[in-house]
């Protein structure tokens, strides 16, 4: 059982995803195997996604689909349910605890997501579960891969992790590295150099996210032709926490012009909403058509040509604030490879 450990931003769902991706390449053995995974998350309506009930249904789900012979352990249950429809948390758990007297040797790989965001009243109930079936040295291999902010862990599970990974341990030479290759381009003196690159890597605290954005605070205000001192003393106005930098982000859009604040808006919209990351022509061209639905809206080619923005990554950039980022090679905005993403939700 391994557990990902790390603040918001410091990559537990990138890392995660890594391991999910590239199960198959890196570990041979996988490639016969079955793989479930569950995300909670506190930010959807209602328990769906923080409820341990949930979790185990879903991933009960996920191996009954790739392996039908493990139905053997539900049908005494299922037969029960018919009647009353409701199925225990108790009972779940059961069955998954029965997968280890499989006959036939198996291996699962378990992906749970975001352990902080569950429900806390049984999360320590999950650990063990986990720990029991990882435990077994039967034909039924289970391996679990555990991601979670820093919470307060019983002793005696920290003892059940087979391994630990502190996110803010080990991103701390790849932080290093970074800010020594954007500061690079800055003007700046070897002292005030080594005081900017100490300073963000002391309060990065493995966040990569918050040192991204620290980069693109000292990149605009290394532009305004500054001294050294002034760099520094700006970087240490910065917030240090990642919250506390959004608020200031939202803070500043909100003084703009209210025509910056609809399109700001807008962009933030289509990007979170789309189905599949837009590219700037789309973004583009989307910004030209008007936002009112219940508008009859037929306009000639000359028309709809004076409502297309001229300098579209401008006004992203602009309008977008530190929530947007903008992906691709950009000796054209027509380029269908340029994506606009979301920095940060």
């Known amino acids: 059982m391994l557990l990902i450990e790390g603040k918001p931003g410091s990559g537990k769902s990138t890392l995660t995803k890594y391991f999910k991706d590239n199960l198959f390449e890196k570990e041979p053995l996988a490639r016969q195997a079955i793989v479930a995974s569950f995300f909670y998350s506190h930010r959807e309506e209602g328990e769906l996604h923080t409820n341990h009930s949930n979790m185990l249904r879903s991933i009960l789900h996920d191996v009954l689909q790739q392996n039908e012979t493990f139905f053997i352990y539900f049908q005494s249950l299922y037969r029960k349910m018919l009647l009353c429809g409701v199925w225990p948390y108790d009972s779940l758990k059961e069955i998954l605890l029965s997968f280890k007297e499989h006959t036939v040797k198996e291996r699962l790989y378990l992906f749970l997501d975001a352990m902080d965001e569950s429900d806390g009243n049984h999360r320590d109930d999950i650990v063990q579960l986990m720990h029991q079936l990882c ?24 003892t059940q992790f087979q391994n630990i990974i502190k996110l803010q341990d080990e991103n701390s030479w790849d932080i290093l590295n970074f800010v020594q290759s954007f500061l690079a381009p800055l003007n700046l003196n070897f002292e005030c150099r080594g005081k900017i690159i100490h300073y963000i890597v002391r309060n990065a605290q493995g966040v990569f996210l918050w040192v991204h954005l620290v980069k693109k605070e000292l990149i605009k205000y290394d532009a305004t032709a500054c001294t050294n001192k002034e760099i520094y003393d700006f970087l240490e106005s910065l917030p240090t926490e990642l919250d506390e930098f959004y608020e200031l982000n939202l803070s500043r859009l909100e003084k703009n012009e209210q025509r910056d604040v609809k399109v700001g808006v807008r962009l933030i919209q289509l990007v979170l909403f789309a189905y599949r990351p837009l590219s700037i022509h789309e973004i583009r061209q989307a910004l030209a058509i008007p936002d009112d639905i219940d508008a009859e809206y037929s306009p000639s080619d000359v028309s709809y040509e004076n409502e297309l923005i001229n300098d579209i990554v401008k006004r992203i950039i602009h309008c977008g604030g530190n929530f947007l980022d903008i992906k691709g090679p950009r000796e054209s905005s027509n380029n269908p490879n340029i994506m606009v993403l979301l920095t940060y939700i």
């Not at 679990?144 to 002793?155: E, F, G, N, Q």
Request: aromatic share 8%; hydrophobic share 50%; glycine share 0%.
């Open 135 to 158: 435990a077994t040295n039967k034909l039924c291999i289970f391996k679990v891969i555990l991601a979670s902010r820093p919470i307060a862990w019983p002793s005696r599970h920290l």
